[in-house]
C-alpha cells in the first residue's frame, strides 16, 4: 500500500469549534478511503449550506458522539454493548456496584487506576463488538435510508484488536442528503459499538483501486 497525503477540512474533536483544514498522511487502505469520502460528504455539506466556521455534528436525539462521551457514559454504553449487567462488570473488576453505578450516571469521576480498570474489564474486539449488535446497526442504517452495508478491512479479515481498531463500513447512501445520511449513520454506529466508525459511500464514479480492493474483501452485514 502506497502512502498518501490528504489536505482536507478535518472538524475539531468536540465537532463544535472552527473547521480547520489539515494534511493527513494516511498509509492504509482503510484509512484512504474514509479520508476520500469524509472530503466528499463534507464538501456536500459546506455547499448546501448545512455548515459553517461553527458546524455543530448532527446526532439522534441529541445523544453525544463518541469523541463527546465522557469515560462514564462510554462504560455504560460499552457494558451494553457487551451485554453486561452492572453486577457482572461490577464483578469483575472487583469494584462495588454502587461505585461503577455513580461513574455511570456521571454523579463521580473515576480515578485513573479506575478507568484503568474498566477499560481492561470492558475490552473487546470490535468484530466481537460489531457482530452483538449487528441488527441494531441494521436497524440505524434503515433509519438513515443506508442500504446494501457491508464490513471491509481488519474486522472482515479477522485482523482486529481491542483498542487498536476500528469498524469500516461500504454502503450505498439516499441520492437526496446523503451527506447527512453518511455522516449520522456513522455518529450512531460508532455510539451503538463504542468504537470508531468509517462509513464510505460506495460510489460507481470512484471505482479507483483502493475503493476496488474494498469492495473485493467485502461481506454483507
Known amino acids: 500500500m502506497v502512502a498518501a497525503y490528504f489536505l482536507i477540512p478535518m ?100 480515578e485513573p487506576r479506575t478507568v484503568a480498570r ?20 441494521l436497524d440505524a442504517a434503515r433509519r438513515h435510508r443506508v442500504t446494501n452495508g457491508r464490513v471491509f478491512g481488519s474486522v472482515a479479515r479477522g485482523e482486529d484488536r481491542p483498542c487498536a481498531s476500528d469498524v469500516d463500513l461500504l454502503v450505498e447512501l439516499p441520492k437526496d442528503d446523503a451527506a447527512a445520511a453518511y455522516l449520522e449513520s456513522a455518529d450512531e454506529a460508532a455510539r451503538i459499538l463504542t468504537v470508531p466508525v468509517d462509513v464510505v459511500p460506495d460510489r460507481g464514479s470512484r471505482a479507483d483501486r483502493v475503493l476496488t480492493a474494498a469492495r473485493r474483501e467485502a461481506a454483507a452485514l
Open 11 to 110: 472538524l475539531m474533536h468536540d465537532y463544535a469549534g472552527n473547521v480547520d483544514a489539515r494534511l493527513v498522511h494516511a498509509d492504509s487502505l482503510e484509512l484512504q478511503i474514509a479520508l476520500l469520502a469524509y472530503a466528499e460528504c463534507y464538501a456536500r455539506l459546506t455547499q448546501r449550506g448545512r455548515t459553517s466556521g461553527t458546524y455543530t455534528r448532527c446526532n439522534i436525539a441529541n445523544e453525544p458522539t463518541l469523541d463527546e462521551m465522557s469515560f462514564g457514559r462510554w462504560a455504560r454504553y460499552r457494558r451494553h454493548a457487551l451485554g453486561l449487567t452492572r453486577a457482572d462488570v461490577a464483578a469483575r473488576a472487583g469494584m462495588a456496584q454502587s461505585n461503577l453505578a455513580a461513574i455511570d450516571a456521571g454523579r463521580r469521576s473515576a
Open 118 to 137: 474498566l477499560r481492561a474489564t470492558l475490552s473487546a474486539r470490535p468484530s466481537i463488538l460489531f457482530d452483538r449488535n449487528r441488527a441494531a446497526i
